[in-house]
């Protein structure tokens, strides 16, 4: 049986994968995506993405102006003014201030990430493969990739791109030699609609500001919110609406209709209770949980952790990949998570991978288009890829020692 040729091989169907594909099959560039999971429900997918100019430049780029502009229409609204409060709901001293770092040029504006994948999705008949799990590559003589599925059939192609997140199979394979490493962080969050917010009587310092509670002792809580306007999204079809992926989904988490406030909160290694304990918790337990251990703080703040919708909460580990690999080019690559994964802290990782099919698409255009030769178009891809990759990699640590740490040296990085 022969083996189908694909000029260019995208496996992983996250935000990274589908607008790299967008942008090639925009430039008339022959391209597939191989995603093992038929419905994207991994409990990430059911929060808002703050969205930054390098994530709107990207996708700027690399859709078709249709829906661009659908995703522009469809943008979710955050608070633009920043609030501390302590934990006895008193303000800080001058403390609300308007955001001006050039990153935060966009604080206002946040993406459902199920909206975006509804965005990304369209079009992509005929390219995207589901059911296909990536086993294993091999590089024949003439410098093509053949990639390997656990259902026993596989493609030939000239560039290999692993987009297959933070627990990359492609990366275990081009660099096994660079893991994943746990920062002993351990995050909570969750959701209340604004509807239930109100009904509740949660004060709208907790709903219209970025407001981060500083406790004297004791981890932050940040909280903010994603204001959506479903009227707007009627001219766009399904984008937008309801997914009916996770229809047979109980609970909220995985509605992109309805506004919310949303807070998280972190502590270090078994500051909350053992890992073997916290993983057997479900969302109210874990609810149950926080509020034994910020059982003093004001009233007003616990209001609003505990009418949050259980069904939003889990338990995230946070991890960050560690930066500094370098490989010879060759043709397989690797974009977003599967090489540059980082903790969540100044919302860095998914505009990031977005960023990084911004750097590949022109390059393979160069080499399709106007002679540039594939392996150093891809040379000079992962040259800047590294470069701003790495970067974010070590901004977000260090924003996670300064919000979780405080000052304290966290355990797990003492050995990072």
Request: glycine share 8%; charged share 20%.
């Amino acid at each position: 049986m022969s083996i189908p040729l694909v000029d260019i091989a995208i496996i992983g169907a996250g935000p990274g994968g589908l607008a790299l594909a967008q942008g090639l099959k925009k430039n008339g560039i022959d391209t597939a995506v191989f995603e093992r999971d038929p419905v994207r429900a991994d409990y990430v997918q059911g929060f808002r993405m703050r969205i930054r100019q390098r994530g709107i430049s990207a996708l700027e780029a690399n859709l078709p102006p249709h829906l661009f502009q659908a995703f522009l229409d469809t943008l979710g609204l955050a608070p633009t003014e920043n609030l501390i409060l302590d934990e006895r709901f008193e303000r800080l001293a001058n403390t609300v201030r308007r955001i001006s770092e050039p990153e935060d040029t966009h604080i206002e504006k946040s993406v459902s990430r199920i909206t975006l994948r509804q965005i990304l999705l369209s079009g992509m008949e005929g390219i995207l493969h589901t059911g296909k799990h990536f086993q294993r590559y091999e590089i024949l003589a003439d410098g093509t990739a053949i990639a390997h599925f656990a259902d026993g059939s596989a493609v030939r192609t000239n560039l290999l791109v692993g987009a297959d997140g933070a627990d990359s199979a492609v990366r275990r394979q081009l660099l096994p030699e660079l893991k994943s490493f746990d920062t002993g962080v351990r995050r909570l969050a969750g959701k209340i609609t604004l509807v239930d917010a109100a009904r509740h009587a949660i004060s709208p310092l907790l709903t219209d500001f970025n407001t981060n509670i500083r406790p004297r002792s004791g981890r932050s809580l940040m909280i903010t919110s994603h204001r959506v306007d479903p009227a707007a999204y009627a001219r766009h079809g399904l984008i937008g609406a309801e997914d009916l992926t996770h229809r047979d989904i109980p609970g909220f988490h995985f509605n992109n209709t309805t506004s919310y406030t949303w807070w998280n909160t972190a502590y270090d290694t078994d500051e909350l209770g053992p890992d073997g304990l916290l993983e057997t918790l479900d969302g109210a337990g874990l609810l149950r949980t926080l509020l034994a251990r910020i059982g003093d703080w004001d009233e007003r703040i616990l209001k609003l952790i505990r009418h949050t919708d259980p069904s939003t909460v889990a338990l995230l580990k946070v991890h960050t990949s560690i930066p500094g690999a370098v490989w010879q080019s060759g043709p397989v690559t690797l974009l977003g998570d599967a090489i540059h994964a980082m903790t969540y802290f100044r919302a860095l990782g998914g505009n990031t991978a977005l960023y990084d099919t911004g750097l590949l698409v022109p390059e393979i255009v160069a080499a399709r288009r106007y002679g540039k030769p594939l392996i150093a178009a891809v040379n000079d891809y992962e040259n800047a890829m590294r470069e701003h990759g790495y970067e974010a990699v070590c901004s977000s640590l260090l924003a996670m020692q300064r919000n979780v740490g405080a000052g304290r040296p966290l355990k797990a990085l003492a050995t990072l």
